[in-house]
């Protein structure tokens, strides 16, 4: 799968979030593909690094609904995304 760079494409920081935050959109809806909290959360989380507080929010009402575990799951793939990107 090819990387994309949104720092090398130009796109801004309130952009990337945005992006971001509709990644997490799309797996705690399950548009377009199989509903995922732990992806959802893992993208809600990051979108919230970068400075969504939309992502803030629905990050935290996804939390009350979710083990401790796939939280723990979450925060431990968003680490390592960040690490990574």
């Not at 507080?53 to 939390?63: G, I, K, P, T």
């Amino acid at each position: 799968m090819a990387r994309y760079e949104m720092i090398e494409a130009g796109i801004g920081s309130t952009a990337q979030a945005d992006i971001l935050f509709e990644l997490g959109m799309m797996y705690a809806t399950g548009r377009d593909c199989e509903v995922d909290v732990i992806a959802a959360h893992k993208w809600f989380n990051i979108a919230a690094i970068k400075g969504s507080d939309r992502a803030v929010q629905l990050r935290q009402e996804l939390s009350s609904a979710m083990s401790k575990t796939d939280i723990a799951k979450a925060l431990r793939e968003a680490r390592e995304w960040m690490t990574t990107h």
